[in-house]
Protein backbone atom coordinates (compact mmCIF):
# COMPACT_ATOMS: atom_id res chain seq x y z
CA UNK A 1 0.00 0.00 0.00
CA UNK A 2 2.98 2.38 0.83
CA UNK A 3 4.44 1.66 -2.30
CA UNK A 4 1.59 2.38 -3.91
CA UNK A 5 1.37 5.24 -2.75
CA UNK A 6 4.87 6.42 -3.28
CA UNK A 7 4.40 5.57 -6.71
CA UNK A 8 1.68 7.45 -7.53
CA UNK A 9 3.39 9.94 -5.89
CA UNK A 10 6.42 10.01 -7.75
CA UNK A 11 4.07 9.91 -10.85
CA UNK A 12 2.53 13.05 -9.90
CA UNK A 13 5.84 14.53 -9.54
CA UNK A 14 6.92 13.78 -13.10
CA UNK A 15 4.23 15.17 -14.50
CA UNK A 16 4.50 18.50 -12.74
CA UNK A 17 7.11 19.71 -15.18
CA UNK A 18 5.13 18.81 -18.02
CA UNK A 19 2.03 21.08 -17.39
CA UNK A 20 4.43 23.59 -16.05
CA UNK A 21 6.13 23.51 -19.20
CA UNK A 22 3.30 23.52 -21.57
CA UNK A 23 1.73 27.08 -19.57
CA UNK A 24 -0.32 28.92 -21.77
CA UNK A 25 1.00 32.48 -22.84
CA UNK A 26 -1.33 35.57 -23.83
CA UNK A 27 0.07 38.60 -24.98
CA UNK A 28 -1.64 41.48 -24.83
CA UNK A 29 -1.72 43.11 -27.76
CA UNK A 30 -2.13 46.90 -28.37
CA UNK A 31 -2.53 49.57 -31.06
CA UNK A 32 -4.00 52.89 -32.13
CA UNK A 33 -6.28 51.98 -34.62
CA UNK A 34 -10.41 51.08 -34.88
CA UNK A 35 -10.90 47.41 -34.96
CA UNK A 36 -12.26 47.45 -38.56
CA UNK A 37 -9.02 49.10 -39.79
CA UNK A 38 -6.99 47.00 -42.38
CA UNK A 39 -4.24 47.28 -40.00
CA UNK A 40 -5.98 44.90 -37.15
CA UNK A 41 -8.28 42.72 -39.39
CA UNK A 42 -5.74 41.57 -42.30
CA UNK A 43 -2.19 42.01 -40.18
CA UNK A 44 -2.53 41.90 -36.26
CA UNK A 45 -5.47 39.61 -36.06
CA UNK A 46 -3.73 37.05 -38.56
CA UNK A 47 -0.44 37.70 -37.39
CA UNK A 48 -1.78 36.28 -33.56
CA UNK A 49 -3.70 33.20 -35.46
CA UNK A 50 -0.80 32.27 -36.93
CA UNK A 51 1.73 31.76 -33.72
CA UNK A 52 -1.80 30.21 -31.78
CA UNK A 53 -1.76 27.77 -34.42
CA UNK A 54 1.99 27.05 -34.59
CA UNK A 55 2.14 26.59 -30.89
CA UNK A 56 -0.46 24.53 -30.72
CA UNK A 57 -2.78 27.19 -29.01
CA UNK A 58 0.05 27.82 -25.92
CA UNK A 59 0.12 31.59 -27.29
CA UNK A 60 -2.61 33.46 -27.00
CA UNK A 61 -3.57 37.27 -27.92
CA UNK A 62 -5.73 39.25 -26.16
CA UNK A 63 -6.64 42.42 -28.61
CA UNK A 64 -6.82 46.10 -27.34
CA UNK A 65 -7.22 47.99 -30.32
CA UNK A 66 -8.17 51.75 -30.28
CA UNK A 67 -6.07 52.50 -27.09
CA UNK A 68 -8.37 49.67 -24.93
CA UNK A 69 -5.52 49.67 -22.47
CA UNK A 70 -5.79 53.40 -22.12
CA UNK A 71 -3.53 56.63 -22.80
CA UNK A 72 -2.92 58.28 -26.36
CA UNK A 73 -1.18 56.31 -29.47
CA UNK A 74 2.05 58.05 -28.66
CA UNK A 75 2.70 56.60 -25.05
CA UNK A 76 2.58 53.02 -27.08
CA UNK A 77 6.61 52.59 -27.09
CA UNK A 78 6.13 53.53 -23.47
CA UNK A 79 3.31 51.16 -22.71
CA UNK A 80 5.49 48.33 -24.76
CA UNK A 81 8.47 48.64 -23.26
CA UNK A 82 7.18 49.21 -19.48
CA UNK A 83 5.31 46.02 -19.73
CA UNK A 84 1.54 47.13 -19.79
CA UNK A 85 1.49 45.64 -23.01
CA UNK A 86 3.49 42.99 -24.33
CA UNK A 87 3.07 43.98 -27.97
CA UNK A 88 2.06 47.01 -29.70
CA UNK A 89 2.25 48.10 -33.15
CA UNK A 90 2.89 51.68 -33.89
CA UNK A 91 4.26 54.42 -35.35
CA UNK A 92 8.12 55.94 -34.57
CA UNK A 93 7.00 58.76 -35.61
CA UNK A 94 4.56 59.65 -32.87
CA UNK A 95 7.42 59.88 -30.42
CA UNK A 96 9.95 61.94 -32.09
CA UNK A 97 13.52 61.94 -31.35
CA UNK A 98 13.40 58.33 -30.22
CA UNK A 99 14.13 56.33 -33.01
CA UNK A 100 15.82 58.95 -35.44
CA UNK A 101 17.82 56.53 -37.65
CA UNK A 102 15.01 54.19 -38.01
CA UNK A 103 12.78 57.31 -39.30
CA UNK A 104 15.29 57.96 -42.40
CA UNK A 105 12.59 55.73 -44.42
CA UNK A 106 10.27 58.92 -44.30
CA UNK A 107 12.49 61.08 -46.20
CA UNK A 108 11.00 62.35 -49.41
CA UNK A 109 11.51 60.12 -52.65
CA UNK A 110 13.17 56.96 -50.76
CA UNK A 111 11.13 54.42 -50.79
CA UNK A 112 9.71 52.62 -54.14
CA UNK A 113 6.95 49.91 -54.15
CA UNK A 114 6.05 48.95 -50.31
CA UNK A 115 6.86 45.33 -49.82
CA UNK A 116 10.42 45.43 -51.21
CA UNK A 117 11.18 48.72 -49.43
CA UNK A 118 9.82 47.26 -46.21
CA UNK A 119 12.50 44.56 -46.71
CA UNK A 120 15.28 47.71 -46.96
CA UNK A 121 13.66 48.50 -43.55
CA UNK A 122 13.80 45.43 -41.80
CA UNK A 123 18.08 44.98 -43.05
CA UNK A 124 18.95 48.39 -42.48
CA UNK A 125 17.02 48.28 -38.96
CA UNK A 126 19.29 44.73 -38.09
CA UNK A 127 22.22 46.54 -39.77
CA UNK A 128 22.01 49.99 -37.86
CA UNK A 129 19.52 50.59 -35.55
CA UNK A 130 18.89 47.84 -33.41
CA UNK A 131 20.55 50.20 -30.48
CA UNK A 132 17.21 52.32 -30.57
CA UNK A 133 14.99 49.27 -29.45
CA UNK A 134 16.33 48.56 -26.32
CA UNK A 135 13.79 46.57 -24.05
CA UNK A 136 12.30 44.95 -27.05
CA UNK A 137 12.04 42.50 -29.66
CA UNK A 138 11.75 43.54 -33.09
CA UNK A 139 8.86 41.33 -35.05
CA UNK A 140 8.39 43.50 -38.09
CA UNK A 141 9.44 46.98 -39.32
CA UNK A 142 7.68 48.28 -42.49
CA UNK A 143 6.54 50.60 -44.52
CA UNK A 144 3.10 50.70 -45.68
CA UNK A 145 1.45 51.86 -49.66
CA UNK A 146 2.81 55.65 -50.87
CA UNK A 147 0.47 58.57 -48.97
CA UNK A 148 -1.82 60.36 -51.00
CA UNK A 149 -3.09 63.81 -50.37
CA UNK A 150 -6.49 63.90 -49.33
CA UNK A 151 -8.35 67.54 -49.36
CA UNK A 152 -11.47 68.72 -47.61
CA UNK A 153 -12.66 71.79 -50.51
CA UNK A 154 -9.66 72.40 -52.39
CA UNK A 155 -8.25 70.66 -55.34
CA UNK A 156 -4.65 70.28 -55.80
CA UNK A 157 -3.00 70.61 -59.20
CA UNK A 158 0.75 71.74 -58.98
CA UNK A 159 3.47 73.02 -56.12
CA UNK A 160 1.77 76.54 -55.57
CA UNK A 161 -1.31 74.88 -54.75
CA UNK A 162 0.00 73.89 -51.39
CA UNK A 163 0.72 77.16 -50.26
CA UNK A 164 -0.25 77.68 -46.86
CA UNK A 165 -2.74 75.23 -46.78
CA UNK A 166 -3.42 73.27 -43.06
CA UNK A 167 -2.55 69.37 -44.05
CA UNK A 168 -1.86 67.23 -41.03
CA UNK A 169 1.29 64.97 -40.87
CA UNK A 170 1.96 61.75 -39.38
CA UNK A 171 5.86 62.48 -38.58
CA UNK A 172 8.12 64.95 -37.65
CA UNK A 173 9.98 64.45 -41.32
CA UNK A 174 6.07 64.51 -43.11
CA UNK A 175 5.85 68.00 -41.24
CA UNK A 176 8.79 69.21 -42.58
CA UNK A 177 8.18 67.83 -46.03
CA UNK A 178 5.21 69.57 -46.18
CA UNK A 179 6.78 72.94 -44.85
CA UNK A 180 9.32 72.38 -47.74
CA UNK A 181 6.67 72.23 -49.77
CA UNK A 182 5.26 75.87 -48.37
CA UNK A 183 2.20 73.83 -46.53
CA UNK A 184 1.62 74.72 -42.99
CA UNK A 185 1.69 71.24 -41.51
CA UNK A 186 0.05 70.45 -38.30
CA UNK A 187 1.63 67.21 -36.64
CA UNK A 188 -0.99 64.82 -35.24
CA UNK A 189 -2.02 61.22 -34.65
CA UNK A 190 -4.46 59.64 -36.51
CA UNK A 191 -6.94 59.22 -33.65
CA UNK A 192 -7.12 63.24 -33.86
CA UNK A 193 -7.52 63.63 -37.71
CA UNK A 194 -11.00 62.87 -38.43
CA UNK A 195 -12.17 65.67 -36.09
CA UNK A 196 -9.83 67.84 -37.08
CA UNK A 197 -10.97 67.51 -40.65
CA UNK A 198 -14.59 67.94 -39.93
CA UNK A 199 -14.18 71.09 -37.91
CA UNK A 200 -11.23 72.90 -40.47
CA UNK A 201 -8.63 72.73 -38.05
CA UNK A 202 -6.68 71.05 -40.88
CA UNK A 203 -7.81 71.35 -44.46
CA UNK A 204 -5.89 68.02 -45.74
CA UNK A 205 -3.96 64.99 -44.45
CA UNK A 206 -1.45 63.01 -45.76
CA UNK A 207 -2.43 59.34 -45.65
CA UNK A 208 -2.07 55.86 -47.63
CA UNK A 209 -5.78 54.43 -49.49
CA UNK A 210 -6.19 51.50 -47.28
CA UNK A 211 -6.65 53.74 -44.27
CA UNK A 212 -9.14 55.98 -45.89
CA UNK A 213 -12.70 53.81 -45.06
CA UNK A 214 -11.80 52.93 -41.18
CA UNK A 215 -11.35 56.71 -40.78
CA UNK A 216 -14.30 58.30 -42.67
CA UNK A 217 -11.77 60.59 -44.72
CA UNK A 218 -13.94 59.86 -47.95
CA UNK A 219 -16.50 61.54 -46.26
CA UNK A 220 -14.65 64.46 -45.08
CA UNK A 221 -13.00 65.88 -47.61
CA UNK A 222 -14.17 66.25 -51.31
CA UNK A 223 -10.21 65.53 -53.48
CA UNK A 224 -7.55 62.99 -53.55
CA UNK A 225 -4.06 63.20 -54.92
CA UNK A 226 -1.70 60.34 -55.97
CA UNK A 227 1.92 61.36 -56.58
CA UNK A 228 3.57 59.77 -59.67
CA UNK A 229 6.75 58.60 -60.55
CA UNK A 230 8.87 55.37 -59.32
CA UNK A 231 9.62 56.96 -55.88
CA UNK A 232 7.00 57.62 -52.73
CA UNK A 233 7.19 61.10 -52.16
CA UNK A 234 6.25 60.42 -48.49
CA UNK A 235 5.53 57.10 -46.46
CA UNK A 236 5.71 56.07 -42.65
CA UNK A 237 7.89 53.53 -40.99
CA UNK A 238 5.77 51.54 -39.02
CA UNK A 239 6.64 48.69 -36.20
CA UNK A 240 5.03 45.43 -34.78
CA UNK A 241 7.18 44.89 -31.24
CA UNK A 242 7.49 42.99 -28.19
CA UNK A 243 8.67 43.35 -24.45
CA UNK A 244 11.85 42.01 -24.37
CA UNK A 245 11.50 40.50 -20.96
CA UNK A 246 7.99 38.97 -22.11
CA UNK A 247 10.10 37.30 -25.23
CA UNK A 248 13.14 36.64 -22.74
CA UNK A 249 10.77 34.79 -20.32
CA UNK A 250 9.25 32.47 -23.06
CA UNK A 251 10.30 28.68 -23.26
CA UNK A 252 12.89 28.12 -26.26
CA UNK A 253 10.23 26.27 -28.53
CA UNK A 254 7.93 29.38 -27.86
CA UNK A 255 10.44 31.91 -28.94
CA UNK A 256 11.11 30.01 -31.92
CA UNK A 257 7.41 30.55 -32.89
CA UNK A 258 7.87 34.39 -32.48
CA UNK A 259 11.64 34.14 -34.17
CA UNK A 260 9.47 32.19 -37.47
CA UNK A 261 7.18 34.56 -37.58
CA UNK A 262 9.38 37.78 -37.03
CA UNK A 263 12.07 39.22 -39.77
CA UNK A 264 11.99 40.63 -43.43
CA UNK A 265 9.61 38.46 -44.51
CA UNK A 266 7.09 39.15 -41.90
CA UNK A 267 7.78 42.68 -42.56
CA UNK A 268 7.05 42.62 -46.42
CA UNK A 269 4.05 40.09 -45.47
CA UNK A 270 2.40 42.87 -43.47
CA UNK A 271 2.79 45.33 -45.66
CA UNK A 272 1.44 43.47 -48.51
CA UNK A 273 -1.61 42.92 -46.26
CA UNK A 274 -2.02 46.55 -46.24
CA UNK A 275 -1.52 46.95 -49.86
CA UNK A 276 -4.36 44.84 -50.55
CA UNK A 277 -6.77 46.92 -48.74
CA UNK A 278 -5.15 49.99 -50.79
CA UNK A 279 -7.25 49.01 -53.92
CA UNK A 280 -10.26 48.86 -51.73
CA UNK A 281 -9.54 52.28 -49.92
CA UNK A 282 -8.83 54.09 -53.01
CA UNK A 283 -12.78 52.44 -54.86
CA UNK A 284 -14.32 53.65 -51.40
CA UNK A 285 -13.39 56.99 -52.80
CA UNK A 286 -13.85 56.90 -56.17
CA UNK A 287 -17.65 55.65 -55.18
CA UNK A 288 -18.61 58.48 -53.02
CA UNK A 289 -17.63 60.40 -56.25
CA UNK A 290 -14.85 62.51 -54.91
CA UNK A 291 -12.26 63.50 -57.48
CA UNK A 292 -8.94 61.51 -57.68
CA UNK A 293 -6.10 63.17 -59.11
CA UNK A 294 -2.77 61.73 -59.69
CA UNK A 295 0.24 64.53 -60.74
CA UNK A 296 2.57 63.07 -63.16
CA UNK A 297 6.39 62.78 -62.81
CA UNK A 298 7.31 65.78 -64.60
CA UNK A 299 5.51 67.68 -61.85
CA UNK A 300 6.88 65.76 -58.86
CA UNK A 301 10.21 66.86 -59.89
CA UNK A 302 9.88 69.71 -59.05
CA UNK A 303 8.59 68.81 -55.26
CA UNK A 304 11.38 66.51 -55.48
CA UNK A 305 13.66 69.42 -55.68
CA UNK A 306 11.83 71.70 -53.56
CA UNK A 307 11.83 68.72 -50.76
CA UNK A 308 15.80 67.82 -50.95
CA UNK A 309 16.74 70.61 -47.91
CA UNK A 310 14.48 68.09 -45.65
CA UNK A 311 17.25 65.24 -46.62
CA UNK A 312 19.90 67.05 -45.90
CA UNK A 313 18.73 68.62 -42.77
CA UNK A 314 18.51 65.00 -41.49
CA UNK A 315 21.58 64.41 -42.40
CA UNK A 316 23.31 67.23 -40.60
CA UNK A 317 21.03 66.43 -37.60
CA UNK A 318 21.59 62.61 -37.07
CA UNK A 319 25.65 63.94 -37.75
CA UNK A 320 25.76 66.30 -35.09
CA UNK A 321 24.87 63.47 -33.15
CA UNK A 322 27.87 61.34 -33.73
CA UNK A 323 26.53 59.36 -36.31
CA UNK A 324 27.81 59.01 -39.99
CA UNK A 325 24.35 60.80 -41.46
CA UNK A 326 25.39 60.56 -45.02
CA UNK A 327 25.93 57.02 -45.11
CA UNK A 328 22.92 56.29 -43.59
CA UNK A 329 21.06 57.52 -45.72
CA UNK A 330 23.00 56.39 -48.60
CA UNK A 331 22.95 52.94 -47.18
CA UNK A 332 19.02 53.28 -47.12
CA UNK A 333 18.74 54.62 -50.45
CA UNK A 334 20.75 51.57 -51.46
CA UNK A 335 18.94 48.77 -49.28
CA UNK A 336 15.63 49.96 -51.62
CA UNK A 337 17.26 49.37 -54.59
CA UNK A 338 19.13 46.19 -53.79
CA UNK A 339 15.40 44.89 -52.76
CA UNK A 340 13.67 46.61 -55.20
CA UNK A 341 16.06 45.10 -58.10
CA UNK A 342 17.16 48.23 -59.71
CA UNK A 343 21.42 48.92 -59.07
Known sequence: MKLGKLARGLMFAALVPTVTHAQEVILKVAHFAPPTSPGHTKFVVPWCDKV????????????????????????????????VADVVWTLPGYTPGRLPLTEVFELPFICTD???????????????????????KPIAVWVPGSFAMHLRDKELKSLADLKDLKIRGSSRLTTRLLASLGAQPVGMPMTQMAESLSKGIIEATMLPWEVVPSTKVHELTKYSVEFGGEHTMSTTVQMFVMNRKKYDSLPPELKKVIDDNSGRETSAWISAQLKTADAAGLQTVIDRGNTVRRLPAEEMAKWQQATRPVIEEWIEEVSAKGADGRKLYEDAVALVQHHSGRK
Not at 53 to 72: D, F, K, N, V
Not at 122 to 135: N, R, S, Y
Open 52 to 83: AAESAGRIRCQHYPAMMLGGTAPQLLSQVRDG
Open 114 to 136: QESSSRAVWDFVEKHTMGEFAGL
